[in-house]
């Protein structure tokens, strides 16, 4: 049980979901486009399911291959980072996928220029991670996922994770992130990784096989995401959303180990939603979707894999209800465990991003990471010998040497949260926080921008 919580999501409820995600696997099946990967499948010990693009894969058979899966998953940045994702490690932030641009309260689809200031923007937030692509709307769909990967990849030295739009991208995107890592195996240097959702309930599209299997051979990290929306494309309750979007992941966990023993993936249920029953509106930011992603990373973490969700929120613009629900969602995910938080800046349910969220949701990253992080108790902190000396002397503890040596790891600090006077706040022009983010943004972009790729990668 939580602390102070009377829910819990403890090791009994874990063996109820999982075994109700095996049975579904071994008595409903999943579809799957694919007839060459079905048929390794059924050579691997799957059933043939209630048609002809239907498997059944028996519980043995999901355990052992799901136990091909590294406990552990490496991503690489261009700055020299390596960054390890596992079950209890401390959680990853990264950007998200989306449409649409946010400035002010008016929407309009991404651009190129727009995809560079996001990444510019990743580039120069401590907190981020992982840039990930989105759509752009002037370059056709055949190459916006080409398109994308060149324009973050020319700004931002972030790990990067593009999207995928048709099969045909899948090869010049690993030549592309293969000319980034230079003399390096992508195995060394994981630069890139790639994902794809399952679509709920049971079906894994072509598209995503086809995925899995031009990025084999390389051990490139690939989250599987299950997406179910309560009450629509999965049980209104939350433990039958739970419990069939674990089994889509758990599926294609089989299918890719099936194609690449030992490739890392993350397990993913943190994408799934709730519906709103008045409007019908797919929601990303509500409490059910934050005890969703948390049980999702505690099922990850009992089948010791690295788990990812979203910072989501159903907000149109930057305002008070996006911050709320960015920290809730957030919050959630940490205590849970998540080791990949995605939607850095993402608004409207993931459909949209803004320049200015980011650089609040830096703020609320930042946040609860030193939450988690917690604070030490030892001789040094209980700080009795520093206590006794300025009672014994009547002074403050301002001046003290314990203060100056460790104020800046105890305390997190803040430029853009109120933490002044009334009166500097109003000589400062008595800015709302949405409005010195913005400033932020400003600065950022109206500073040279710095090179990122060489020319010779550039012409490559």
């Known amino acids: 049980m939580l602390p102070g919580f009377g829910w819990k999501f403890g090791p009994d409820e874990i063996e109820q979901v999982d075994r109700t995600s095996?049975?579904?696997?071994?008595?409903?099946?999943?579809?799957?486009?694919?007839?060459?990967?079905?048929?390794?499948?059924l050579k691997a010990g799957a059933k043939p399911g209630r048609a002809a693009d239907v498997i059944l894969l028996p519980a043995e058979m999901v355990r052992e291959l799901r136990g091909r899966a590294p406990s552990q998953v490496n991503i690489a940045d261009r700055a020299g980072g390596l960054t390890a994702l596992a079950a209890g490690g401390a959680p990853t932030f990264w950007t998200g996928a989306a449409l649409n641009i946010i400035e002010g309260n008016d929407s309009r689809p991404i651009g190129r220029q727009d995809l560079a200031e996001l990444s510019r923007i990743?580039?120069?937030?401590?907190?981020?991670?992982?840039?990930?692509?989105?759509?752009?709307?002037?370059?056709?769909?055949?190459a916006r996922d080409v398109v994308g990967l060149s324009i973050m990849a020319q700004n931002t030295r972030k790990h990067l994770r593009p999207l995928l739009f048709t099969s045909a991208g899948i090869g010049p995107m690993i030549e592309m992130a293969q000319v980034l890592a230079g003399d390096a195996s992508l195995?060394?240097?994981?630069?890139?990784?790639?994902?794809?959702?399952?679509?709920?309930?049971?079906h894994w599209s072509q598209v995503s096989c086809d995925l899995w299997r031009g990025t084999a051979g390389h051990s490139l990290p690939l989250m599987l995401n299950g997406e179910p929306v309560t009450g629509s494309t999965a049980p209104v309750t939350l433990a039958g959303s739970i419990a069939l979007g674990n089994a889509e992941i758990l599926a294609g966990i089989c299918l890719v180990?099936?194609?690449?023993?030992?490739?890392?993936?993350?397990?993913?249920?943190?994408?799934?939603?709730?519906?709103?029953?008045?409007?019908a509106a797919c929601l990303s930011g509500s409490v059910e979707c934050g005890l969703m992603a948390l049980a999702g990373a505690r099922l990850a973490a009992h089948y010791n894999l690295p788990s990812a969700s979203w910072m989501g929120t159903d907000a149109f613009i930057d305002d008070e209800q996006s911050s709320m629900e960015k920290v809730l969602t957030s919050m959630a995910h940490v205590m849970g465990g998540v080791s990949v938080i995605w939607g850095v800046g993402q608004l409207q349910t993931q459909k949209a991003l803004s320049l200015?969220?980011?650089?609040?949701?830096?703020?609320?990253?930042?946040?609860?990471?030193?939450?988690?992080q917690g604070f030490a108790v030892d001789e040094d902190s209980l700080a009795y010998a520093v206590i006794e000396e300025s009672v014994n002397r009547g002074e403050e503890f301002l001046s003290h040497d314990h203060t100056m040596?460790?104020?800046?790891?105890?305390?997190?600090?803040?430029?853009?949260?109120?933490r002044t006077q009334r009166e500097n706040w109003n000589t400062a022009g008595s800015k709302r926080l949405s409005q010195k983010a913005t400033d932020?943004?400003?600065?950022?972009?109206?500073?040279?921008?710095?090179?990122?790729?060489?020319?010779?990668?550039?012409?490559?």
Request: glycine share 4%; charged share 25%.
């Open 22 to 41: 095996l049975r579904i696997l071994s008595e409903l099946g999943t579809r799957v486009d694919d007839a060459e990967l079905r048929d390794l499948a």
């Open 187 to 202: 195995a060394e240097r994981p630069l890139i990784s790639f994902g794809y959702s399952c679509l709920s309930p049971l």
């Open 122 to 142: 990743a580039e120069a937030m401590p907190a981020v991670s992982a840039m990930v692509g989105t759509s752009v709307d002037e370059v056709p769909p055949a």
């Open 440 to 460: 932020r943004v400003r600065d950022i972009l109206g500073r040279p921008a710095e090179p990122i790729v060489t020319d010779d990668q550039r012409r490559e």
């Open 257 to 279: 180990q099936l194609l690449e023993p030992g490739r890392p993936v993350i397990h993913n249920l943190g994408f799934a939603h709730s519906m709103d029953m008045r409007s």
């Open 405 to 418: 040596a460790n104020f800046r790891s105890e305390l997190m600090e803040s430029s853009l949260l109120a």
């Open 356 to 372: 200015t969220q980011m650089v609040l949701d830096q703020e609320v990253a930042q946040a609860v990471l030193r939450f988690r």
